[in-house]
């Protein structure tokens, strides 16, 4: 992994998420993901090497927040959307959690999405937050494709049980599902496992995906996927290539998690 300390110039970016604004204290992301659409990121920052084999930590981030949060109007924040904030550099650098600190300290309501355990630490505060949330990503109930797609992102179980602990101390959790990976997540099993996983929790809402191909999202996958699962070459080959195949995907996925959500009692949270 290739690890530089850079200082940003602004920290609170505007953003049409749904939040007002949005927190990347990284540029680039540990967890590897082979279909992260955040790959994109290279392009604006001069990066040629590899999506997860760089990060450049945003080491003054915390420290130009606190000035932000003076100045800018208050809204929402979402930490992060184009990097995970709790990648596995955050045990040492901690700059996501100094700015959920400085962001709860000041009663902005804050938005988190994570593939990390490694948020654990926090949920002390986002417990004692006015305003604040957590969301898990899901894709894979099995270990061995888990490892396979997100090499370094947290277990599958581990980051349902995050949901459970967070849930316990009072914090509102959700869950996005997906991407799903064509032949190979995309199947009634394992959206099936995931939903019946997640069916006992608070959930305030509920979120599924499907793989989009931009941004080189289908040359990753396609030599992942192809890597590890010889079967699904031919399929591959043609992976964000086939508009027909497109839509067909597509369309069984929105009727499959929708047929699945209704038999877990989850419909009224998509
Ligand atoms: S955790 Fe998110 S930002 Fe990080 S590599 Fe995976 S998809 Fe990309």
Not at 67 to 81: A, F, Q, T, Y
Not at 138 to 148: F, H, Q, V
Not at 239 to 260: M, V, W
Request: overall charge positive.
């Amino acid at each position: 992994m290739i690890v530089r300390e850079i200082q940003c110039k602004s920290v609170l970016q505007k953003t049409g998420l749904p939040a007002d604004y949005v927190i990347n204290c990284y540029v680039g992301c540990g967890h590897a993901c082979c279909y992260c659409y955040a790959r994109y990121m290279k392009r604006f920052t001069g990066h040629t090497e590899p999506w997860g084999t760089f990060v450049d930590v945003r080491v003054n981030a915390p420290a130009l927040l606190e000035r932000e949060v003076r100045r800018k109007r208050p809204g929402s924040v979402m930490l992060s959307s184009v990097c995970d904030g709790w990648q596995p550099l955050e045990k040492k650098h901690r700059v996501s959690g100094a700015c959920l600190a400085i962001l709860v300290d000041h009663g902005w309501p804050v938005r988190i999405l994570t593939k990390s355990t490694l948020v654990q630490r926090d949920l002390d505060m986002l417990a004692d937050a006015e305003d604040a949330d957590i969301g898990v990503t899901l894709t894979a109930a099995g270990e061995e494709i888990r490892r396979l797609i997100e090499p370094d992102a947290s277990p599958t179980a581990d980051r349902i049980r995050l949901l459970e602990d967070a849930a316990a101390r009072g914090i509102r959790v959700w869950a996005f599902l997906g991407p799903f990976l064509p032949g190979l997540t995309d199947t009634p099993e394992n959206i099936d496992a995931l939903m019946g996983a997640i069916a006992d929790l608070p959930l305030t809402h509920l979120h599924t995906d499907r793989l989009n191909f931009r941004s080189g999202v289908a040359a990753s996958v396609r030599r992942t996927v192809m890597g590890g699962f010889p079967g699904l070459r031919k399929q591959y080959a043609r992976l964000g290539a086939d508009p027909e195949a497109d839509r067909d995907y597509e369309a069984r996925l929105h009727t499959l998690t929708r047929e699945l959500a209704r038999k877990h009692g989850l419909l009224h949270l998509l």
